[in-house]
């Protein structure tokens, strides 16, 4: 397993050893000993799935006060994933990192609690799964919005497909002024 560091504190990129042949392959997405090397070590609880066509976006989803850390991986398809720092005490914050993720490269992408996370498709349809080590709690959830110009995420979409609500989502600026009014 090859791990690949990132500008974001935290926020792995890893490759995954794949054994194939002329029959398919096999690769371990998983293994506790081998994650808790690397730093992964809080206990999973909760495992998703979505399916999404080509253009759609998800995200940039995070919860408020129990963060989830997310392992992620496509297991058809390819996807372009990103994380965004919002911790507003990092030297990071509003910075993003976006990696390739596809059922070819089997690579993942380790977001820690307390970053956004979002995708876009990039194939005609993708299987994306994430382990998460909080479980969803749907009063708690917050957002921000996919293309705020203070974030400036170079998606690999123009025009993408958003859910209503991610429609609305409020720019970094806009989520800090409401905390700041809480």
Not at 10 to 18: A, K, N, Q, R, W
Not at 23 to 49: A, H, K, T
Not at 103 to 121: I, T
Not at 155 to 174: G, H, M, T, V, Y
Request: proline share 7%.
């Amino acid at each position: 397993m090859k791990v690949i560091e990132t500008k974001l504190p935290g926020v792995l990129i890893i490759e995954p050893t794949v054994f194939g042949d002329a029959r398919g392959f096999f690769v371990e997405s998983f293994q506790l000993e081998r994650y808790r090397e690397v730093g992964i070590e809080l206990p999973f609880v909760q495992d998703n799935q979505s399916r999404s066509s080509k253009g759609v976006l998800r995200g940039l989803h995070f919860q408020r006060t129990r963060p989830q850390g997310k392992l992620v991986r496509v297991s058809r398809g390819a996807v372009y994933d990103v994380a965004v720092d919002i911790n507003s005490n990092s030297p990071t914050f509003g910075q993003y990192v976006g990696a390739e993720l596809t059922e070819e490269n089997q690579r993942q992408l380790w977001v820690p609690p307390g970053f956004a996370h979002g995708f876009c498709v990039l194939s005609d349809i993708a299987d994306f799964q994430y382990k998460c080590t909080d479980y969803y709690f749907p009063q708690d959830e917050g957002a921000l919005i996919w293309n705020d110009p203070e974030i400036g995420i170079e998606w690999p979409i123009a025009d993408p497909l958003l859910s209503a609500k991610d429609l609305l989502n409020p720019s970094l600026r806009e989520l800090i002024d409401q905390e700041k009014g809480r």
